[in-house]
Structures are given as structure tokens and as C-alpha cells.
């Protein structure tokens, strides 16, 4: 007997616009009832209409362009910690760790950011001063639900 039954109610793609509209719509209804509100979206579960929320549409996530101090200072951080993105996210408020992955993947790895390539020269004296400065408590982070 195989436990591990594929979910064929469940969709792999990703979500549109409508559905973003629709998952907007029942969390401000709701609240965080992830069960609730997967329910009036056929095919997706509860982890996905979560893991969408928080990290792409809560009004606690920072969707803006990203500028360049913050692109000099993900590769400062990239130098120094490697590619742990949690530990990273704590110096971009408002930034998740997956839009943090995002933008070092599909647009500074390969662009000529290279960390091997990375030059503190760049990066601002201010800029590392004042974030090497700060502990994880001193950070202000509001997390969602």
C-alpha cells in the first residue's frame, strides 16, 4: 500500500492575477483561516494560498523596484554569508528571503555581480557601518501571520 497518494485536486502552476485578486479578497474576509480560504480556490491547498500571501501579496512585503544601494548591500551580505537567505532577509525589512533569492539569481549572479567579482570598494562605508552595526533585535521586521 503506497502512503504517499499524488494530490490530483492540487495545481502546479503559478498563481494569475485573478487568483491574487481572489486570494487578497478571502484573507481580508477570513483572516489567516488557510483552510477557509483554499476552499473557494479550486486547486490550490492551504500551504499554497499561504506561502502566496506571505510572501508576494501581504501589504507587509516590499514589492518595489530594487535600488542600488540595496543591490550593493545584498552582495556585501551574499560576500559574508553565502547564500543563506533567511539570515540575509533580516537587513532588507520587508523583503523575503524568496524575493531576496530571486534577485540575486535572475538578475546579479549573472550580470556581472559575480561574489567572487565583488569589489568593497563599492559598497559604502556608511552603508556597512551601519548594518554591521545593527543586531537582529535592533532590526525593525513586523512578521505576518
Same mark, same amino acid.
Not at 499561504?50 to 512585503?61: C, M, T, W
Not at 533580516?90 to 546579479?108: A, C, E, M, Q
Not at 569589489?119 to 551601519?130: G, K, R, T, V
Given at each position: 500500500?503506497?502512503?504517499?497518494?499524488?494530490?490530483?485536486?492540487?495545481? *502546479?502552476?503559478? +498563481?494569475? $492575477? /485573478?487568483?491574487?485578486?481572489?486570494? !487578497?479578497?478571502?484573507?481580508?474576509? %477570513?483572516?489567516?483561516?488557510?483552510?477557509?480560504?483554499?476552499?473557494?480556490?479550486?486547486?490550490?491547498?492551504?500551504?499554497?494560498? *499561504?506561502?502566496? +500571501?506571505? $510572501? /508576494?501579496?501581504?501589504?507587509?512585503? !516590499?514589492?518595489?523596484?530594487?535600488? %542600488?544601494?540595496?543591490?550593493?548591500?545584498?552582495?556585501?551580505?551574499?560576500?559574508?554569508?553565502?547564500?543563506?537567505?533567511?539570515?540575509?532577509?533580516?537587513?532588507?525589512?520587508?523583503?523575503?528571503?524568496?524575493?531576496?533569492?530571486?534577485?540575486?539569481?535572475?538578475?546579479?549572479?549573472?550580470?556581472?555581480?559575480?561574489?567572487?567579482?565583488?569589489?568593497?570598494?563599492?559598497?559604502?562605508?556608511?552603508?556597512?557601518?551601519?548594518?554591521?552595526?545593527?543586531?537582529?533585535?535592533?532590526?525593525?521586521?513586523?512578521?505576518?501571520?
Amino acid at each position: 500500500m503506497d502512503k504517499m497518494k499524488p494530490k490530483t485536486d492540487v495545481v *502546479r502552476k503559478h +498563481f494569475d $492575477k /485573478y487568483e491574487d485578486y481572489c486570494l !487578497n479578497y478571502y484573507y481580508y474576509l %477570513y483572516g489567516p483561516k488557510w483552510t477557509m480560504i483554499a476552499s473557494h480556490m479550486p486547486g490550490r491547498s492551504p500551504r499554497q494560498c *499561504r506561502e502566496r +500571501f506571505k $510572501k /508576494y501579496l501581504s501589504p507587509n512585503v !516590499n514589492n518595489s523596484p530594487w535600488t %542600488y544601494s540595496e543591490d550593493m548591500l545584498l552582495l556585501h551580505l551574499i560576500n559574508q554569508f553565502g547564500n543563506r537567505w533567511a539570515q540575509i532577509s533580516v537587513y532588507f525589512p520587508g523583503r523575503t528571503d524568496s524575493n531576496i533569492k530571486n534577485r540575486w539569481y535572475k538578475h546579479l549572479k549573472h550580470n556581472n555581480f559575480q561574489k567572487t567579482e565583488f569589489n568593497e570598494s563599492l559598497f559604502a562605508n556608511s552603508y556597512q557601518e551601519d548594518f554591521e552595526s545593527k543586531t537582529h533585535d535592533e532590526i525593525d521586521i513586523t512578521w505576518g501571520n
